[in-house]
């Protein structure tokens, strides 16, 4: 039998909101024995990621003008001690807006590893980040 939920991921700044799914998959490992697989985790959930994100994120000054915004998608790896390691940009905005994605990223507390036979393994894990200009 096998079980998948699937998680993805969406900060919005200004009206913050995240859509969150978790894998949790248990698969064949020869002989009938079932391994469970488990997706890493920010360290209090969705909920405490979505705040970490809110509280931290500053919209580039330089871009108040234009008033550029969009969605900036970062791919990292959650390493088997939960540190984030090796973040970048998938598709970006323009320089600015980017490496304020990345300083997010970068300033994240240890997550909780992801898991395969019990065991933490690391995880390839991707957040877009919606960067929204704040109101006048």
Known sequence: MKTIQILAFAAIFGSMTLNSIAQNEKVKAGYGVHVSITQPEFPG??????????????????????????????????????????????????PDVNEEALRII?????????TNGGMPVNKQYILPIDFVPPSI
């Open 45 to 94: 959930g969705m909920d405490s990621l979505k705040m970490f994100i809110h509280n931290n994120l500053k919209y580039p000054r330089q871009l108040m003008d234009s008033r550029t915004g969009g969605s900036v998608v970062i791919m990292f790896i959650v390493d088997k001690d939960g540190k984030i390691v090796d973040p970048v940009v998938m598709k970006g905005v323009n």
């Open 106 to 114: 970068k300033m994240m507390p240890d997550w909780k590893p992801g």
